[in-house]
């Protein structure tokens, strides 16, 4: 069984600030890890993904996750916030080596105060 | 724009109605899964379908039946509906195959918003 909590399910920050979302996961194999974002009123679309090459993965819009065996972590983090980063963030776990049942994480809530 | 298309795109009805949310997924992704948001349950795993067949069931009521057809779209059938299937029903879809080609990486729609009376 695999899955992903995600600490906080409302984050906010100050304009400019850091950005610290947090994932946790569970999976009994090497697992594809993924950040997804939602923007209001419409899908979610993939900022960056994980998929066993680089540990320290980059996405759109400057974000960037580290994946952390030793902690089963997947944190999404950028340097300085901005007021269009506010959305709803979903961290989501699958198995590696094809095809597998995605998970989904509750997803957190970013407010960017300005 | 992620090449996932949903119809409609809003839809409004009465309780005990039944209606019916189309999918059609990227080009040459052979994998449709069909998700739940709502306010208060956040983003549920309804179905998902792997060319044509039943892949992985979540919390789909009994209430609710999917298919996904030869020429790879999909339709999601809600029946008896309640005020509670109030919701955003996505549709993703992914390649879907097994090999190094497919990461398990969603391509979502814009979803389909439900109201029901």
């Known amino acids: 069984a695999q899955s992903v909590t995600q600490l906080g399910s409302h984050v906010s920050v100050s304009e400019g600030a850091l950005v610290l979302l947090r994932c946790n996961y569970s999976s009994s194999v090497p697992p594809y890890l993924f950040w997804y974002v939602q923007y209001p009123n419409q899908g979610l679309q993939l900022l960056l993904k994980y998929t066993s090459a680089a540990t320290l993965v980059k996405g759109i819009n400057g974000f960037e996750a580290e994946f952390k065996k030793s902690e089963t972590s997947f944190h999404l983090t950028k340097p300085s916030a901005h007021m269009s980063d506010a959305a709803e963030y979903f961290c989501?776990?699958?198995?590696?080596?094809?095809?597998?049942?995605?998970?989904f994480g509750t997803g957190t809530k970013l407010q960017v105060i300005p | 724009d992620s090449g996932v298309t949903q119809t409609p795109k809003h839809l409004i009805t009465a309780t005990g109605q039944r209606v019916t949310l189309r999918c059609s997924p990227r080009s040459g992704d052979l994998s449709v899964y069909w998700y739940q948001q709502s306010l208060d349950q956040g983003l549920q795993f309804l179905i998902q379908?792997?060319?044509?067949?039943?892949?992985a069931k979540g919390n789909i009521l009994e209430r609710f039946s999917a298919q996904q057809f030869p020429d790879l779209h999909s339709e999601l059938n809600l029946s008896s509906l309640e005020l509670g299937d109030s919701a955003l029903y996505f549709c993703a879809s992914s390649v879907g195959g097994v090999g190094a080609g497919d990461t398990g990486e969603l391509f979502f729609g814009e979803g389909s918003r439900l109201t029901v009376l």
């Open positions: 989501a776990v699958t198995r590696s080596g094809g095809y597998q049942k995605v998970t």
């Open positions: 379908y792997y060319n044509g067949e039943e892949r």
